[in-house]
């Protein structure tokens, strides 16, 4: 299949690994990826702080842009994928609000009809490819590892702008795949709740508290690796775990592994490859773990 | 139809008094409620279950309760539409507060936060002869807030609150919302200055699990985001808060897209020597990014259709004043 590609902002800056990653995991896939080059930032919320038609009227000129190739959005980002699709939804629902948003596209030629679907990495596997193609293409069998898995609040809530009720597959999609790579799911409370990013800046020890939190939770519960589709996520459990630890008194060794990271090592790429070495908690652990992994039967 | 209900129970007069579980299996319509399945339990199978309930009809606010993990109200959720393959329920008390007994749980930190938002209204100037008018299409925005019935259950759920009980929390702030926004209050200008004081409006980590579990529609988060742009936009731009929208906003004005580097010395205020603790403190965690090679680079280039992006902002945001 082939994709209007949306990576975010994250993707490229703040977890760098993540890029490369995707683009060998796709190819693996047959996800044919066209970038979406030109397209702005979504906003992440913080934009709709200060004003939500801004948002909607730049996420509405990325849509164009993707209608006009006629291909869908791909994202590997919950937050994108969740302000895209609240976007998406505001446009859609109201012809009178999309025309008046139109109207400030207009200036550079695009127009949005309200025609395109917006879907993440996450539930392109699960929804499009079929989870049986995707396990077909795995050469390791990863049972060693023990997962918990972490949405990121805007691929959960609210669930009525993210199509669950006519996909119902996308709310254990995580569970699903990381059951796939022939892993242990470590289910837990915290797997749908905020990392505390947004916060970072502005309260850094209440959004220290929850990633210490969610991460010795996890652990408590046997995980011995937690596996995320928000980079955003990824920023403050990788990169602000060793100040939780420090925090909260606990000694906290969680790896957090990006989806398609995950995905790719099942595939048999190398943890190099994925990116692994890039991450602030060491993955060493995990990485011994894969060199016993069996090869996977399909 | 056969259900099992899960019940996390307490009770405080127990010569051991641990929060334990037990398990109700019954015969139910299909038309019963998690309340209805609750009351059948205390009237036909045991009578000290404490459960609270008034109006049964989502009203009164009574009987919040998590339902399988989420905060709802145990009377607007039918059993058939929650319960798992094998018919099974899990009933809890509210997170985020003490319980009292059972389903029961202890308001007062509830009602405090309300009150500390001053919830009435305070109007300006001499007391007109009959009544405040308000015009109609000025009003309309409020409806939503005015539909809050104090459950509780955005409360519950909130998870700043799960690390931090000073913070005000989505109902008190949803309550603040509804005063600043009337267009007969005289009070807008305190009440935003204490709002945007630590624990109010900023706190907020915009994770929409108020918005979520709601059973009003009351969208508590987005009127915390509005209650922040009336702060920006009342000349409070002080707070690091303020600070990350504002320098967010800007970089994506003027490049197209984001940069995590430049955000943080930004939103802790450049020159800013109150700051600097919190700037040093943040070293250690580039340093580690660094080493890494995974800190954004200080170079931010311009995205490929960046003026088109910049002549949207001047359009929809109108000009500067
Ligand atoms: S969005 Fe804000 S107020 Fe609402 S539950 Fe999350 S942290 Fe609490
Ligand atoms: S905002 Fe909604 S969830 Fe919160 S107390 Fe009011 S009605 Fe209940
Ligand atoms: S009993 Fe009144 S709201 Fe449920």
């Known amino acids: 299949m082939k994709v209007a590609f949306y990576p975010g902002c994250v993707a490229r800056g703040g977890c760098p690994e993540l890029y490369p990653a995707t683009l060998l995991v796709c190819q693996k896939l047959g996800i044919e990826l066209e970038e979406l080059t030109g397209a702005a930032c979504t906003g992440a919320g913080v934009l709709q702080e200060k004003d939500r038609k801004l948002g909607d009227a730049l996420n509405a000129r990325t849509f164009a842009m993707a209608e006009r190739k006629g291909l869908p959005i791909m994202t590997i980002c919950s937050t994108c994928q969740g302000v895209m699709s609240q976007a998406n939804k505001r446009l859609q629902d109201d012809d009178a609000y999309r025309a008046q948003i139109n109207e400030v596209l207009k200036e550079e030629g695009l127009e949005y009809k309200g025609n395109v679907e917006i879907k993440h990495l996450l539930w392109v596997m699960v929804e499009d490819i079929g989870v049986d193609k995707v396990k077909a293409l795995f050469t390791r069998k990863l049972q060693d590892l023990r997962i918990a898995p972490f949405y990121g609040c805007y691929i959960v809530r609210p669930s009525w702008a993210l199509g669950f009720s006519e996909h119902p597959d996308r709310q254990g999609a995580l569970e699903t795949l990381i059951e796939a790579v022939g892993a242990t799911v470590v289910d837990f409370e915290g797997k749908t709740k905020c990392c505390g990013l947004p916060i970072l800046l502005i309260n850094e020890k209440n959004s220290v508290d929850m990633v210490a939190k969610h991460t010795s939770t996890a652990q408590n519960l046997g995980a011995n690796a937690m596996v995320t589709p928000c980079p955003l996520c990824h920023l403050n459990l990788d990169g602000y775990q060793p100040k939780a630890a420090k925090q909260s008194g606990i000694a906290i060794h969680m790896p957090i592994l990006h989806l398609p990271q995950l995905m790719g090592l099942a595939m048999g790429f190398s943890p190099k490859e994925m990116g692994l070495e890039r991450h602030i908690v060491s993955t060493k652990a995990v990485e011994a773990k894969i060199r016993e992994a069996q090869p996977a039967r399909a | ?321």
């Open chain 2, 1 to 321: 139809m056969r259900v099992t209900l899960d019940i996390g129970r307490f009770n405080p007069e127990a010569a051991d008094p641990k929060p334990y579980r037990q398990e109700f299996a019954l015969e139910v319509e299909e038309y019963y409620t998690v309340l209805d399945g609750l009351i059948h339990i205390r009237e036909y199978e045991d009578p000290t279950l404490a459960v609270r309930c008034s109006c049964r009809a989502s009203i009164c606010g009574s009987c919040a309760l998590r339902i399988n993990g989420h905060a709802g109200l145990g009377c607007k959720t039918k059993l058939i539409s929650v319960m798992d393959r094998n018919g099974r329920v899990r009933v809890d008390p509210v997170g985020n507060m003490a319980p009292v007994k059972d389903l029961v749980w202890d308001m007062k930190p509830f009602w405090d936060k309300i009150r500390a938002v001053e919830p009435y209204l305070q109007p300006e100037g001499p007391e007109p002869v009959e009544e405040y008018i308000a015009p109609q299409e000025a009003m309309l925005h409020l409806v939503g807030v005015m539909g809050c019935i104090m459950c509780g259950a955005c409360v519950s759920d909130c998870t700043v609150l799960e690390v931090d009980k000073n913070f005000l929390g989505p109902a008190a702030l949803a309550k603040a919302y509804r005063f600043v926004g009337d267009p007969r209050d005289g009070a807008t200008k305190g009440r935003l200055k204490r709002l945007n004081e630590y624990s109010g409006i900023w706190d907020c980590t915009r994770c929409m699990e108020c918005v979520q579990v709601c059973p009003k529609g009351v969208a508590p988060m987005e009127r915390i985001m509005v209650l922040r742009d009336k702060a920006i936009a009342a000349g409070m731009h002080g707070t690091n808060g303020a600070r990350h929208a504002e320098s967010f906003a800007e970089m994506v004005k003027h490049t197209g897209w984001l940069n995590e580097f430049w955000l943080v010395p930004r939103t802790y205020g450049m020159f800013n020597l109150m700051n600097l603790n919190a700037m040093f403190a943040a070293l250690p965690v580039a340093w580690r990014a660094l080493r890494r090679g995974k800190l954004p680079t200080p170079l931010h280039p311009k995205r490929e259709g960046a003026e088109h992006v910049r002549r949207i902002f001047e359009k929809v945001e109108g000009p500067k004043p």
